[in-house]
């Protein structure tokens, strides 16, 4: 099966192939660094943090501090802003100006939601008592024996594998459906709902 010639990859030159070889090797197998050349490195990198600023230093920092006034330009500007953003954020800015809301128009939503809602199951009580007034009241009924709710113990019953590691979290889900349903048909029970 042949490669299409889009699909072929360039072959490097033996010059490239040959740098990249040695580029490899000396990033695998780092050669020691002269002693004259470490020293250079060294002067370089560790310049005295605590030196006076040179003259060019004074003048660049002069260009930025203009800069974030909003007067003139710098190539460090944007990093200059985030930085300020990052370190002291403002709050953001409002486009559309948003009322504020009572505290009274809160309480008054929720009070008339819940009247309605007693209201409703007052009228409840009252069609239910009506429709089953020919039954004895729910005093005079005989209360429910005690086996007849359900008791949980142990789970034992609701697996017949061994528990492993893996699943912990489909067990656990298992279970907790299971006494979720034993406990609703327990209070089913107990309010006299057959």
């Known amino acids: 099966m042949s490669v299409p010639p889009e699909e072929q990859e360039e072959l490097l030159s033996p010059e490239l192939e040959r740098e ?3 580029a490899l090797h000396a990033a695998w197998h ?3 660094i002269e002693p004259a050349r470490h020293e250079q490195l060294l002067e370089l ?6 030196a006076p600023p040179t003259a060019e230093e004074i003048v660049e920092s002069e260009r930025l501090r203009q800069a974030l006034e909003g007067d003139g330009a710098h190539q ?3 990093l200059a802003r985030a930085l300020q953003a990052a370190t002291r954020p403002t709050p953001p800015l409002r486009t559309v100006p ?3 809301a009572s505290p009274r128009v809160i309480y008054v939503a929720f009070g008339a939601a819940t009247a309605l809602l007693a209201a409703a199951a007052a009228l409840a009580l009252v069609i239910g008592s009506l429709s089953s007034s020919d039954e004895a009241p729910l005093s005079a009924q005989a209360p429910l024996a005690p ?3 359900s008791t949980s113990r ?5 697996f017949q594998e061994p528990f492993t590691l893996e699943g912990t979290t489909a067990r656990m889900d298992r279970i907790a459906n299971e006494r979720e349903r034993e406990l609703r048909q327990n209070r089913y029970l107990a309010w006299g709902v057959r």
């Not at 990198?45 to 605590?50: G, M």
């Not at 142990?154 to 609701?158: E, G, K």
């Open 30 to 32: 780092p050669a020691e």
């Open 147 to 149: 086996a007849a709710l």
């Open 20 to 22: 990249l070889e040695l």
């Open 45 to 50: 990198a560790l310049e005295d943090p605590l």
């Open 98 to 100: 948003v009322p504020e």
């Open 154 to 158: 142990s789970s034992a019953a609701l």
């Open 76 to 78: 460090h500007l944007d």
